[in-house]
């Protein structure tokens, strides 16, 4: 069936370092990728998107990476900062605004 | 420029009982989804409305329905709860049916004991 799955539940990392999440798919079907971030208490913040025509996508401080071959997917953080720590979800759709299957999430945690 | 707002924020309900949740869009957008997040787990699709029909539906059962309002706002039904139905239900809106980001709204936290 869809799925969306993540290689880490957890990921610590140092202030300063870089940081990757990554991300399984399995729907061949799915074209649109997305990286949202989620703070205690808050919705889904959308983060970067990527679609299934691009393998590499950067926005500030932020790169998602896409490879259809294996359908992975990941979220590199560069210069990792506190207000970084939240959980991190990959989130897959076959249009853009229709439904998202997301996965689990990454909580990452960011040590001053 | 307001962001997807939704109503309550909290909510404690008993089994059997019924609830409505309700969202309002961001400003300009017509297509409102609806999520449902167990704790620990990531959202769960449950519908999405356009032009005030459900367009798309998830794997829930018809204990959950929604409306939209000709305003592009939604609520949110769920009748006979269960304690499973306990989460953070969230709302999220975008621009038409295909072709842009979804934002989402902070969510409901429903509680059922």
């Known amino acids: 069936g869809e799925s969306v799955g993540l290689h880490l539940p957890t990921l610590s990392v140092q202030e300063g370092d870089n940081s990757i999440i990554n991300c399984a798919y399995s729907n061949s079907a799915s074209d649109y990728f997305i990286w949202y971030k989620q703070e205690s208490g808050k919705g889904p913040q959308f983060i970067i998107d990527i679609r299934s025509n691009m393998d590499k996508r950067q926005g500030q401080r932020v790169t998602v990476l896409l490879n259809k071959t294996v359908k992975h997917l990941s979220l590199q953080i560069a210069a990792t900062q506190p207000g970084d720590s939240a959980v991190y979800f990959c989130?897959?759709?076959?249009?853009?605004?229709?439904?998202?299957?997301f996965g689990q999430g990454t909580e990452l945690s960011v040590k001053p | 420029d307001a962001g997807v707002t939704q109503s309550p924020t909290h909510l404690i309900k008993t089994r059997g009982q019924q609830v409505t949740l309700r969202c309002s869009p961001k400003s300009g957008h017509d297509t409102v989804s609806w999520y449902q997040q167990a704790l620990g787990q990531g959202p769960q699709f449950i519908f999405q409305y356009y032009e005030e029909e459900e367009r798309q539906r998830g794997n829930f059962p018809d204990r959950f329905s929604g409306h939209q309002f000709p305003n592009y706002s939604s609520e949110l039904n769920v009748n006979a709860l269960l304690l499973g139905d306990s989460a953070l239900y969230l709302c999220a809106s975008t621009l038409g049916l295909t072709g842009n980001e979804q934002f989402f709204g902070p969510g409901t936290r429903l509680t059922v004991l």
């Open positions: 989130a897959e759709s076959s249009n853009q605004g229709g439904k998202l299957i």
